[in-house]
């Protein structure tokens, strides 16, 4: 039973390029949730999906993040015309819904590092 | 400018004692917290849950301990080995807020052997 997929593992990108993260939660899963990770830090709560519907966005930023979960197909997270601060981990994580223990899976991760 | 992160707290144990981590939590309604491990280049791995009407749970050498008082959680590993390195997180959930898991600091545990 695979566990949260995330590609690519790594990324490298100029300044002004986009990038796109995918992720494909476990099996059975139809949320999703995305994690930003700097060096040295915790991770920072981004945006919280169902399928074909945005929940929770609070952590995004205004401009240039975007996320979308449709209906077939992973989720991805979007950034475009990246800037240096926007190298980091990102991280997605995945559960059956509220009626779980609140336990998130996470995926490995990709990492984002802009030049 | 660019940000500079903060230092992660390092916890220095002898392979075969005891550890003891530490948290402090914001959310007083928070239904679950739960414990993760990250080794690096990782992602976070699940260790141990506890829900908020409990005080104490025990799993496979490990102890999650809640005290709602003073708003504190602690991992406590037993006979720590090697591959206990990593980083260990807190993160507290609540069910109104969506199962949106908030992280804590962290903090490095090393093993010497």
């Given at each position: ?79 475009q015309q990246v800037v240096r601060g926007d190298s ?28 | ?113």
């Amino acid at each position: 039973n695979a566990g949260v997929m995330q590609n690519p593992r790594h990324l490298v990108r100029r300044r002004g390029q986009e990038a796109r993260l995918r992720c494909s939660p476990m099996k059975g899963h139809s949320h999703v949730y995305w994690y930003r990770q700097l060096p040295e830090e915790g991770l920072k709560f981004m945006v919280y999906l169902q399928k074909e519907n945005i929940i929770d966005e609070s952590g995004m930023p205004k401009e240039r993040f975007s996320a979308e979960f449709p209906k077939e197909g992973p989720s991805i997270l979007r950034i475009q015309q990246v800037v240096r601060g926007d190298s980091a981990a990102y991280f997605c994580a995945s559960s059956p819904g509220l009626a779980s223990t609140g336990e998130l899976f996470f995926g490995e991760g990709s990492r984002l590092t802009v030049l | 400018g660019e940000s500079v992160g903060l230092h992660l707290p390092t916890l220095s144990v002898q392979e075969g004692d005891n550890s003891i981590i530490n948290c402090a939590y914001s959310n007083s309604a928070s239904d679950y917290f739960i414990w993760y491990k990250q080794e690096s280049g990782k992602g976070p791995q699940f260790i141990i849950d506890i829900r908020s009407n409990m005080d104490k749970r025990q799993g496979q050498r490990v102890t999650v301990l809640l005290n709602k008082t003073v708003k504190h959680l602690s991992l406590q590993i037993a006979a720590t080995q090697p591959g206990d390195s990593a980083v260990y997180f807190c993160a507290e959930n609540s069910k109104a807020a969506g199962n949106k898991l908030t992280f804590g600091g962290g903090t490095r545990v090393l093993v010497k052997p």
